[in-house]
């Protein structure tokens, strides 16, 4: 096989009007290597190679099978170099190039190969570019050093940059919009697909893209193979050597994902997801570029570049309430931009209504009024529907939490879930799938919030789905639990100074335990926001019991010389106590 391969390349680079050095830097493969091949001395050539050489020479996927596949005692084609032979150079054929053009080939290969190709235009299945993009400089940037770099610059890093990031985020816009700008820095074309991994649909299935893909890149229908494995072997080959960019929008997980990742280094793969997918990460060196919340800044200049810089200016008494809107989407792209839609063309007017809305159903200020499926209740609708019954249940639940993040036993009490080791795990583990879902963030080990946007959906979702005693005994298990940690936690910080007795802990309040004064100061130190908004959280409930007790821990550490290891500043807290906060 080796010398009628190799003159076969010969033969074409010639006709090509290639040096060996042109060849090498199309192909991507080395001088020698070619050498090797051409001369007979690589006995068996890799296959890859072989496709790299076919694809740089413009030569298409029938070509490619015809090379890998050629056996030995076929006569070579008639006009192989020594005979004689003009002097002026043939141009190199474009990709790709219909099977009629290469008659020489076809005569020397027999039967006609398996998976025939067909003259398509080059595909270009991009979306239409986002209107009004908006910031994310950072997020571009990554892209560009990631992707754009050459083949041989690249030197063995991954040609794949998954975007994650939370429901609304802009993932896909940024894709979009990233993609348009280089596109012309992939000669062969640009292949899109939604995979609908975060929607009402089901999952698309790897095989389906991929015959998908192989149609538009010239494979005949009839010649696509049965097996997904066939597919992705074909769709690898199909592509090796071309310089194509692929757009893999909204996957669900590394395993949807990785069949369609071509083998050729001139490509380069944006994948947008929900969660992380570590998998892409850790097997097939993705870089991972995480979505965190847009600026308030750019979100004022997103929602000022969509209603229009005239119109704002004609209604400046509107801008501080526009600020007030902008900030009000949490860093959320889509929740701005539905926002910028209502109001374009007339901000002066909508803008009343609009604030009536913030007061009544906040969420409804975030519905598409045309358009129900790009609502950020529809958005994040796909995301919880997909959760395991204990982590939707605590979703539900720590909406009720009065304070701006909680602890990891914090979140145990409104679960009832229990303080041991292995309930503790386990509760670890339900948390760990709202984080991977973006729908719960834990800025640091054990703690949590919730997103603005994300907690209004939970609430909504706790009122429709929870009983009201069950919602009820929920809240009434944290503020007893708060109410009987601070005041241990207080008595140690300050057993002579306390107002109060130490309390017995009564079910089903596990009060947390200190090993010393430190550690009660540094949680009281880090609970001072929750404790204060469980005060008014208590009163509400009517749990007057434990808003006393938190009250009078809080004045308690309030009025002991502060730990500057441990504890913040305490000048703004003491005017809230005295106003009863």
Known sequence: MSSET??????????????????????????????????????????????????????????????????????????LPGHPRPQTPVPAPQAPSHPTALPHLAAATGPEPAYPATALPRPAQLPPDIAH????????????DELLLSPRQRMGRGKVVQLFGAAGAGKSALAVHWAHRVADRFPDGQLYVDLHGRDASEPLRPATVLRSFLRALGIQQSALPESGAELAALYRSTVAGKSLLILLDNARSAEQVRPLLPNSPSCAVVVTARAHLTGLTV?????????????????????????????????PEALVELVELAERCAGLPLAVRIIGERLAGHPGTVLAHLAEAVETDPLDLFDSPDDPSVGIRTTLSWSYLRLPERSARLFRLLSLHCGPDL??????????????????HR????LAALVHEHL??????????????????????????????????SVRRLLAWYGHTSALAAHLVAPSTARTP????????????????????????????????????????????AAQAIRRSLNTWTGFPPDAATDPDRATLLPRLAAGA
């Not at 001088?31 to 001369?39: F, K, L, P, Q, S």
């Not at 979100?299 to 969509?306: E, F, K």
């Open 440 to 473: 719960v963030e834990s800025p640091e080990p054990d703690r949590y919030r919730f997103p603005t946007l994300v907690r209004l959906y939970a609430a909504e979702r706790a009122a429709a789905e929870e009983p009201e005693h069950e919602r009820e005994q």
């Open 283 to 315: 097997k097939d060196g993705a870089r991972p570029v995480g979505l965190g919340r847009l600026p308030d800044h750019d979100a004022v200049r997103l929602l000022t570049s969509i209603i229009g810089a005239a119109s704002v200016s004609a209604a």
């Open 6 to 79: 190799g003159a076969l390349i010969r033969h074409w680079r010639l006709r090509a009007g290639l040096t060996q050095e042109d060849l090498a830097t199309r192909s991507d493969l080395s001088i020698r290597t070619i050498r090797d091949i051409e001369t007979g001395r690589s006995r068996q050539p890799y296959r890859r190679s072989l496709e790299q050489l076919a694809a740089a020479l413009g030569l298409d996927a029938t070509t490619v099978v015809a090379l890998t596949r050629r056996r030995p005692g076929h006569d070579l084609p008639p006009d």
């Open 407 to 424: 602890s990891l036993r914090a979140a145990a009490e409104m679960a009832d879930a229990g303080h041991t080791a292995k309930a503790l």
């Open 133 to 144: 993009f908006t910031g994310r400089q950072e997020a571009l940037r990554q892209c560009d």
């Open 502 to 545: 130490q309390p017995r802990p009564a079910p089903p309040a596990r009060a947390l335990p200190f090993s010393h004064a430190q550690d009660a100061r540094a949680w009281l130190a880090r609970e001072s926001a929750n404790l204060r908004d469980a005060v008014g959280a208590a009163n509400r409930q009517r749990a007057f019991t």
């Open 427 to 430: 509760l670890r583990a339900d």
